[in-house]
Protein backbone atom coordinates (compact mmCIF):
# COMPACT_ATOMS: atom_id res chain seq x y z
CA UNK A 1 0.00 0.00 0.00
CA UNK A 2 1.06 3.45 -1.00
CA UNK A 3 1.74 6.54 1.55
CA UNK A 4 -0.24 9.67 1.43
CA UNK A 5 3.47 11.48 0.90
CA UNK A 6 3.44 9.60 -2.63
CA UNK A 7 0.67 12.19 -3.81
CA UNK A 8 1.22 15.36 -5.05
CA UNK A 9 0.23 18.25 -2.75
CA UNK A 10 -2.81 19.41 -4.68
CA UNK A 11 -4.14 15.67 -3.75
CA UNK A 12 -2.76 15.63 -0.19
CA UNK A 13 -4.51 18.76 0.85
CA UNK A 14 -7.99 17.46 -0.80
CA UNK A 15 -7.62 14.25 1.03
CA UNK A 16 -6.63 15.66 4.18
CA UNK A 17 -9.72 18.03 3.87
CA UNK A 18 -12.07 15.99 2.16
CA UNK A 19 -15.89 15.27 4.76
CA UNK A 20 -15.11 11.45 4.85
CA UNK A 21 -18.76 9.97 5.48
CA UNK A 22 -19.18 7.52 8.39
CA UNK A 23 -21.21 4.96 6.99
CA UNK A 24 -22.48 1.99 9.14
CA UNK A 25 -21.82 -1.31 7.92
CA UNK A 26 -24.78 -3.70 6.23
CA UNK A 27 -25.56 -7.07 8.26
CA UNK A 28 -24.01 -9.74 7.15
CA UNK A 29 -26.27 -12.58 5.64
CA UNK A 30 -24.55 -15.87 5.73
CA UNK A 31 -24.75 -18.08 2.02
CA UNK A 32 -27.82 -20.40 1.76
CA UNK A 33 -26.43 -22.47 -0.79
CA UNK A 34 -22.84 -23.30 -1.28
CA UNK A 35 -20.92 -21.41 -3.65
CA UNK A 36 -20.41 -23.87 -6.13
CA UNK A 37 -24.61 -23.48 -6.93
CA UNK A 38 -24.44 -19.98 -6.39
CA UNK A 39 -24.44 -17.01 -9.43
CA UNK A 40 -21.95 -14.38 -9.65
CA UNK A 41 -22.23 -11.09 -10.35
CA UNK A 42 -19.26 -8.51 -10.65
CA UNK A 43 -19.17 -4.93 -9.55
CA UNK A 44 -16.08 -2.37 -10.22
CA UNK A 45 -15.01 1.04 -9.37
CA UNK A 46 -12.39 0.69 -12.63
CA UNK A 47 -14.43 2.66 -14.62
CA UNK A 48 -14.05 0.18 -17.78
CA UNK A 49 -16.27 0.73 -20.63
CA UNK A 50 -16.49 -1.23 -23.94
CA UNK A 51 -16.05 -0.46 -27.55
CA UNK A 52 -19.23 1.49 -28.38
CA UNK A 53 -20.35 2.34 -24.60
CA UNK A 54 -20.41 5.91 -23.54
CA UNK A 55 -17.31 6.78 -21.60
CA UNK A 56 -18.06 7.59 -17.95
CA UNK A 57 -18.01 11.61 -18.05
CA UNK A 58 -14.65 12.99 -15.98
CA UNK A 59 -16.62 16.72 -16.12
CA UNK A 60 -19.31 15.62 -13.98
CA UNK A 61 -19.23 17.76 -10.33
CA UNK A 62 -18.38 15.13 -7.88
CA UNK A 63 -18.19 12.22 -10.23
CA UNK A 64 -19.84 10.49 -12.68
CA UNK A 65 -22.56 8.37 -10.99
CA UNK A 66 -23.88 6.16 -13.60
CA UNK A 67 -22.51 2.73 -14.61
CA UNK A 68 -22.07 0.77 -17.46
CA UNK A 69 -23.24 -3.02 -17.64
CA UNK A 70 -20.31 -5.69 -19.23
CA UNK A 71 -21.89 -8.90 -20.66
CA UNK A 72 -20.75 -11.84 -19.20
CA UNK A 73 -19.03 -13.27 -22.70
CA UNK A 74 -17.31 -10.04 -22.73
CA UNK A 75 -13.62 -9.78 -23.70
CA UNK A 76 -11.60 -8.21 -20.88
CA UNK A 77 -9.04 -7.43 -23.50
CA UNK A 78 -11.51 -4.71 -25.09
CA UNK A 79 -12.06 -3.23 -21.96
CA UNK A 80 -10.98 0.58 -22.01
CA UNK A 81 -10.21 1.93 -18.86
CA UNK A 82 -11.86 5.58 -18.43
CA UNK A 83 -11.00 6.23 -14.53
CA UNK A 84 -10.49 9.84 -13.89
CA UNK A 85 -8.52 9.31 -10.64
CA UNK A 86 -5.07 11.04 -11.13
CA UNK A 87 -4.20 9.66 -7.68
CA UNK A 88 -3.32 5.38 -8.54
CA UNK A 89 -0.77 4.20 -11.25
CA UNK A 90 -3.66 2.73 -13.98
CA UNK A 91 -0.45 1.12 -15.42
CA UNK A 92 -1.46 -2.22 -14.22
CA UNK A 93 -5.26 -2.28 -14.94
CA UNK A 94 -4.56 -0.84 -18.40
CA UNK A 95 -1.64 -3.67 -18.99
CA UNK A 96 -4.07 -6.49 -17.64
CA UNK A 97 -7.77 -5.29 -16.31
CA UNK A 98 -8.41 -8.49 -14.86
CA UNK A 99 -6.52 -7.20 -11.92
CA UNK A 100 -9.85 -4.47 -11.19
CA UNK A 101 -12.54 -6.45 -13.16
CA UNK A 102 -11.51 -10.20 -12.79
CA UNK A 103 -13.88 -11.55 -15.46
CA UNK A 104 -11.48 -14.17 -17.16
CA UNK A 105 -10.37 -15.67 -13.66
CA UNK A 106 -14.30 -16.02 -12.49
CA UNK A 107 -14.69 -17.80 -15.68
CA UNK A 108 -12.16 -19.74 -14.60
CA UNK A 109 -13.72 -20.74 -11.16
CA UNK A 110 -17.20 -21.53 -13.22
CA UNK A 111 -15.07 -24.34 -14.98
CA UNK A 112 -13.66 -25.31 -12.14
CA UNK A 113 -17.24 -25.90 -10.46
CA UNK A 114 -15.92 -23.69 -7.69
CA UNK A 115 -18.79 -20.96 -8.11
CA UNK A 116 -21.96 -22.16 -10.27
CA UNK A 117 -22.42 -19.70 -13.16
CA UNK A 118 -21.96 -16.05 -13.97
CA UNK A 119 -24.64 -13.56 -14.16
CA UNK A 120 -25.56 -12.35 -17.56
CA UNK A 121 -23.89 -8.86 -16.81
CA UNK A 122 -21.93 -7.01 -14.54
CA UNK A 123 -21.42 -3.66 -13.38
CA UNK A 124 -18.72 -1.04 -14.04
CA UNK A 125 -18.92 2.42 -12.08
CA UNK A 126 -16.69 5.26 -11.98
CA UNK A 127 -14.48 5.69 -8.47
CA UNK A 128 -13.32 8.80 -7.30
CA UNK A 129 -17.15 9.85 -6.25
CA UNK A 130 -16.06 12.83 -4.28
CA UNK A 131 -20.45 13.69 -4.11
CA UNK A 132 -22.03 10.45 -3.48
CA UNK A 133 -25.19 11.34 -2.70
CA UNK A 134 -26.56 11.10 -6.40
CA UNK A 135 -24.77 7.38 -6.37
CA UNK A 136 -26.24 6.29 -3.04
CA UNK A 137 -30.24 7.71 -4.03
CA UNK A 138 -30.05 6.54 -7.82
CA UNK A 139 -27.74 4.53 -9.13
CA UNK A 140 -27.44 2.32 -6.35
CA UNK A 141 -31.47 1.65 -6.33
CA UNK A 142 -30.32 0.53 -9.95
CA UNK A 143 -27.69 -1.63 -9.79
CA UNK A 144 -29.43 -3.89 -7.13
CA UNK A 145 -32.62 -4.02 -8.88
CA UNK A 146 -30.14 -5.34 -12.05
CA UNK A 147 -28.71 -7.78 -9.78
CA UNK A 148 -32.69 -9.37 -8.05
CA UNK A 149 -33.77 -9.54 -11.80
CA UNK A 150 -30.49 -11.49 -12.61
CA UNK A 151 -30.80 -13.42 -9.90
CA UNK A 152 -27.46 -12.87 -8.61
CA UNK A 153 -26.52 -14.56 -5.28
CA UNK A 154 -23.26 -13.29 -4.58
CA UNK A 155 -21.33 -9.90 -5.75
CA UNK A 156 -17.66 -9.34 -6.24
CA UNK A 157 -17.39 -5.83 -5.64
CA UNK A 158 -13.65 -4.49 -6.53
CA UNK A 159 -12.94 -0.91 -5.36
CA UNK A 160 -10.39 1.09 -6.89
Given at each position: ?10 LRLFLKGYPWRRIDPVPWVPLKK ?78 EKRIGELAPRHLSFMGSITAPGR ?26
Open positions: MGDISEFNLGSLAECRLAIGSSAGFVLPGQEPFDDSVRGGDYTFRAIPSDAKVGEFIETHRSEAFDHAGIQTDPNLAFPLDRARELVTLVKQTAPEAAQWLVEDHVDIALLIPV
